[in-house]
């Protein structure tokens, strides 16, 4: 079925204040335009701004740290003055092959920082207004590897 044929409500999101992490590319890309196809105020965060991207509609930060979650968090609400929708779409893998036994602490870390606490840290700065609000939306995607692993990927 393409994007054409599939039906939706032109204003189903107008008047939400959205942030979507990851949406460059991929899904969180998707997810981007079907949310301000739908008339949400959306904010994409990305290490890397697209090339004649419009700064008010994307957050240049690296969403694995903590200053980057916190630049995320404090722009977010700088531009949009709150949040009612968190979409996590960031993650990935730059673990190399070689199974388990190959993975070192530090690439451990750095799977964690990205595809768990990227996530924690939205969450902690976000979830505080929400529920003072007494409104708001989080939605976690991961990877499809949990349906489709990698061989040198599982224990």
């Known amino acids: 079925m393409s994007e054409a044929n599939v039906p939706y409500d032109a204003n189903e999101f107008t008047g939400k204040r959205i942030l979507v992490t990851g949406g460059t590319r991929g899904i969180g890309e998707a997810i981007v335009n079907r949310l301000r196809r739908g008339g949400g105020t959306v904010l994409a965060t990305a290490r890397t701004i697209p090339v004649g991207g ?8 690296d969403g694995s740290t903590n200053a980057g979650a916190h630049q995320m968090i404090k722009t977010a609400f700088d531009l949009l003055g709150g949040l009612d929708i968190l979409i996590n779409s960031l993650g990935g893998s730059s673990a190399p092959g070689g199974g388990v036994l190959a993975l070192t602490d ?12 990227s996530a924690v840290r939205l969450d902690r700065g976000f979830l505080p207004a929400m529920l003072k609000q007494q409104s708001g939306v ?6 499809i590897q949990r349906t489709l692993p990698l061989f040198e990927s599982t224990l």
Do not use: G, T, V
């Not at 419009?54 to 930060?61: D, E, G, S």
């Not at 989080?138 to 990877?143: D, E, N």
């Open 54 to 61: 419009n700064p008010k509609r994307f957050i240049q930060a």
């Open 106 to 117: 530090d690439i451990w870390q750095q799977e964690l920082e990205l595809n768990l606490f």
């Open 138 to 143: 989080i939605i976690h995607i991961s990877s």
